[in-house]
């Protein structure tokens, strides 16, 4: 599974229009070809890495980049973690947990601000649905066991006393088939990523009971801010390819400045088709909820690794908060040169 890569380039037609800057004076990279694991990369979550692939951005850094797309964060790790995959575009906080197995991940740009997770009850198979007890020994919709999707409907169960345990956790994807399993009756609850819960959620398939696609209900969840979709790689790699590493948060803070101006016609124009889930108007819909979400600068917010932290923590009993240092699960050095640069 792990070698199951397809090669995606740096630029696209889509974006052919659209004038590429020139190669940025800077430090010889120490390695130009870079594999980038991601876990369902047509969710907003991973918007900016699109972006900054589809308009030729890791391509203006001296970058050639193949990105391998699994079905969930969890299985996008274990590319990393395996060797398969140079950097993983996923959830910070794997950082944490994999710092809890003597694993050590660090964040090196962060494309998200909120989770944008939303947690959802089937109309169809719990219409009586009153509360969080009566998930109990139900069906449970995520991205892939162990990823981020995972991680919230554990913490919002959590509160009301249910382990995981308690409920069965079916991988279902970010796409056509997490839509699928919801409206077929296969799963009785989900927790996942946009456009899907806002596709579900306009055709009355699902009643949304947690929602982190904005920094309000983010706050509302985790009581502070909560980085959410970065780049991260092995402190390792971090060391031995500093100027790599930097080239690789220039793309990504540069596709974040782009789209704090981009228009809904400029996503459409820029995104495969695929992502559209056949509904443009339902696409655009989803983008306008989550577009806070998205991070402006490419830093982890000071609070943020604390916040993640006390997350995990209260339902996880692997991960000790008095174990882990989190000034090693993640650096901004990278992307404050990158916002100095693009002024982001």
Not at 91 to 116: C, D, F, M
Request: proline content about 4%; overall charge positive.
């Amino acid at each position: 599974m792990l070698n199951r890569r397809h090669f995606v380039s740096a630029s696209a037609a889509a974006a052919a229009s659209i004038a590429v800057p020139a190669l940025y004076a800077q430090p010889k990279l120490e390695k130009t070809k870079v594999a980038i694991s991601v876990g369902g990369k047509a969710a907003f979550y991973y918007l900016p890495l699109t972006i900054s692939e589809q308009l030729g951005y890791f391509k203006a850094e001296g970058l050639e980049v193949e990105i391998s797309d699994f079905a969930g964060g969890a299985r996008a790790l274990q590319a990393l973690i395996g060797g398969s995959a140079d950097v993983c575009s996923g959830a910070y906080e794997h950082t944490i947990n994999l710092q809890a197995k003597n694993q050590y991940l660090q964040s090196i740009v962060l494309q998200g601000r909120a989770p944008q997770i939303a947690v959802g009850v089937s109309t169809k198979n719990l219409p009586a649905y009153g509360s969080l007890a009566d998930l109990k020994g139900k069906k449970i919709g995520v991205s892939a066991p162990g990823s981020s999707t995972n991680m919230v409907a554990n913490l919002v169960l959590s509160r009301a006393g249910i382990k995981p345990a308690d409920v069965s956790y079916v991988g279902v994807g970010v796409a056509a088939g997490a839509l699928t399993a919801l409206r077929s009756g296969q799963i009785d609850a989900i927790s996942n990523t946009d456009p899907v819960m806002t596709m579900l959620e306009q055709k009355g398939d699902v009643k949304i009971i947690s929602d982190t696609r904005t920094l309000k209900g983010t706050q509302e969840v985790f009581g502070g801010p909560m980085p959410a979709a970065c780049l991260y790689t092995s402190a390792e790699f971090v060391q031995k390819n500093p100027n790599t590493c930097q080239a690789l948060a220039n793309a990504i803070v540069h596709g974040l400045k782009w789209l704090q101006t981009a228009g809904p016609g400029d996503i459409i124009k820029t995104v495969p088709e695929t992502y559209l889930l056949g509904d443009r108007a339902l696409y655009l819909a989803s983008f306008d909820k989550v577009r806070e979400a998205i991070a402006t600068d490419g830093l982890i917010p000071a609070a943020g690794p604390k916040t993640a932290l006390t997350a995990l923590a209260s339902f996880d009993a692997a991960v000790k908060a008095d174990k882990i240092d989190l000034s090693r699960t993640y650096t901004n050095d990278f992307a404050a040169r990158a916002k100095e640069r693009f002024k982001a």
